[in-house]
């Protein structure tokens, strides 16, 4: 953040101007005139800039930096250098945020990346599309028959949409994302490189004569406010509808399998891979590269450690994983237990021999 070479530089504010913004406490009120140019990380801010602190694992990094003011709880303000101003925060890294937002609001949501208002010459529409006042599409997007797209919505360069795809209202559709046999609501985010709609992975297995092909028929329904990170697919329904609830956000290259059921406010973390027909309740987190069985069901608000492997249900509330993954505290007692083992085997092997 020191140097955003590709954002517009952030307006000069003062610490009070911050303070307010973030319902921080300004230590010292006597700094409160002075200037905030915009933000860094401990170890590259200047006098200018703004960081924040809340990881003893960072410690020497406070003790040494040059920023001028940073975020800080009240407990870890007396570690802060006399030369840097104090912001007392309940949560400082949400307060960091907050004023982050504010100073790169451009950063927030993508607009055209060629600075197109409107529909680039090289755009391919087809004359039975409609698209609302204010859309942008850049640079070689192609989009098809009945396609319906809502007002505020920036549909990236070579990105592709299919006959019948409709798109609500300030949404991104990023570069080279194609979209099939889909339904999205408002505000929804898509990055570079995603493929939604595709049909999903259904044959009936014959054996050494050939597998028999299961027509895909059901689509992807994408409500508001979703976020969907670069290079993730998801497979439309088979007979039944894939959905991505409202609110969920999920990471790159995450596979959704066809008639995945996703609840609101989810967080998938990168590489997550979810088999077919699987239901996740709302409010649920799974860390990078989580594997989910298919046909399983998720309860609201369960959290999955990264890299475990699902092959069974797991209860509402429930903290899970591992390989195969259960309770956390079941799987850390046996791998204390295996470690035990192993251990007592090492001191049991070094003493043969020995009279």
């Not at 007002?151 to 209202?169: E, M, S």
């Amino acid at each position: 953040m020191a140097q955003p070479t590709f954002f517009e530089q952030p307006p000069v504010s003062t610490l009070a101007e911050i303070a307010a913004l973030t319902n921080a406490h300004l230590v010292d009120a006597a700094r409160g005139g002075q200037p905030v140019r915009g933000l860094a990380s401990l170890d590259e801010a200047g006098p200018m800039h703004l960081a924040f602190f809340d990881n003893l694992k960072y410690a020497d990094q406070l003790a040494s930096t040059m920023a001028g003011a940073c975020i800080v709880s009240a407990r870890f303000e007396a570690k802060v250098p006399a030369h840097v101003a104090v912001l007392r925060a309940a949560q400082p890294f949400r307060a960091f945020v907050t004023i982050a937002r504010e100073l790169y609001a451009s950063a927030l949501r993508p607009q055209s990346w060629f600075g197109y208002v409107g529909i680039a010459p090289s755009a391919i529409i087809d004359a039975t599309a409609h698209l609302e006042d204010g859309v942008i599409v850049d640079p070689l997007a192609v989009i098809g028959p009945n396609v319906e797209i809502g007002a505020g919505t920036v549909i990236g360069a070579g990105a592709v949409i299919g006959a019948n795809v409709r798109i609500g209202r300030d949404c991104n559709v990023g570069a080279r994302t194609a979209i099939q046999y889909a339904l999205l609501g408002n505000n929804v985010l898509i990055h570079p490189g995603c493929s939604i709609g595709q049909d999903g992975y259904g044959f009936v297995f014959f054996g050494p004569d050939g597998h028999l092909k299961v027509p895909q028929t059901g689509r992807v329904l994408i409500q508001n406010d979703v976020e969907i990170g670069a290079g993730t697919t998801i497979d439309r329904g088979s007979l039944r509808d894939t959905v991505i609830g409202e609110g969920t956000k999920i990471d790159n290259q995450v596979q959704i399998g066809h008639n995945v059921t996703i609840g609101r406010h989810c967080l998938l973390a990168a590489q997550i891979g979810l088999a077919g027909s699987l239901t996740i309740g709302d409010n649920v987190a799974l860390g990078a590269k989580v594997g989910i069985n298919n046909h399983l069901h998720i309860g609201d608000g369960a959290q999955v450690t990264a890299m475990s492997a699902v092959k069974d249900d797991i209860p509402a509330g429930g903290r899970w994983g591992g390989h195969f993954a259960k309770p956390t505290r079941q799987w850390f007692r046996e791998i204390v237990a295996v470690e035990r083992l192993v251990r007592d085997s090492s001191t049991d092997t070094k003493g043969e021999g020995r009279e």
